[in-house]
């Protein structure tokens, strides 16, 4: 089962436009992962947000952290072509284990 | 440092048979986490191996297995292979002791079609 769903599935954006998701999770957590995904190729990591913070950035990249809500965003300012992929939240329980638990992804189209 | 490496990349496998998929983790790392992507499950945990040893297992049916050697490369088994079984099977790594409260690394990926 999934621990996380994300919104939207999908967004369209134009280059240079900003794309913001979010990501939805049930259970306590130690930290929050984003990582990308090229065309089912393997998935790259993007940014690893610990319970104790509530905003991080890299580069282009920037991701909240809400655990009174447990929720999180990520934001990809002045997008580029080459941002098109999938993007994927996924938590590492306090209780779970050495395991990470994945949503469902966003679905990222920049079209030039 | 070279990346996560996973053998084969493709394989075409019918109903029954079964199969074993190999993952070189990166350098040092003694951490490898295996999971499956499908379309309509997505990402889900199989299991971790660390230090040639599985700390946490997945849902997944006993026909899953897999073990760690002692240079940290992975290997899984999957036997009696169903229809469902077909699927991107990948492979990470991470450093350190904590499995995944640290950055995972991973790798391309093995698609297995069965059949």
């Known amino acids: 089962s999934q621990q996380g769903e994300e919104d939207p599935q999908a967004l369209s954006i134009q280059e240079g436009e900003n794309a913001t998701m979010n990501c939805s999770y049930k259970?306590?957590?130690?930290?929050l992962q984003w990582y990308r995904q090229n065309s089912g190729r393997g998935l790259v990591h993007l940014i690893l947000?610990?319970?104790?913070?509530r905003e991080k950035h890299s580069g282009r990249l920037r991701v909240t952290l809400d655990t009174s809500k447990k929720s999180s965003s990520l934001l990809i300012t002045a997008s580029r072509a080459a941002d098109t992929a999938s993007y994927f939240c996924?938590?590492?329980?306090?209780?779970?284990?050495?395991?990470?638990?994945f949503g469902g992804g966003t679905r990222v189209l920049v079209k030039p | 440092k070279a990346g996560v490496t996973q053998t084969p990349r493709y394989l075409i496998k019918t109903r029954g048979q079964q199969v074993t998929l190999s993952c070189s983790p990166i350098?040092?790392?003694?951490?490898v986490s295996w999971y499956q992507q499908t379309p309509g499950q997505g990402l889900q945990f199989l299991f971790e191996?660390?230090?040639?040893?599985?700390?946490n297992k997945g849902n997944f049916p006993g026909r899953f297995s897999g073990r760690q050697f002692s240079n940290s490369r992975s290997e899984m088994n999957v036997s009696t292979l169903e229809l469902g079984d077909s699927a991107l099977y990948l492979c990470?790594?991470?450093?350190?002791?904590?499995?995944?409260?640290?950055?995972?690394?991973f790798g391309p990926g093995t698609r297995l079609t069965v059949l």
């Open positions: 259970t306590s957590i130690n930290n």
């Open positions: 191996y660390f230090s040639e040893t599985q700390r």
């Open positions: 996924a938590t590492a329980g306090k209780a779970a284990g050495n395991k990470l638990t």
């Open positions: 350098s040092g790392h003694r951490s």
């Open positions: 947000i610990r319970s104790n913070e």
């Open positions: 990470a790594s991470s450093g350190g002791l904590a499995g995944a409260h640290n950055e995972q690394f």
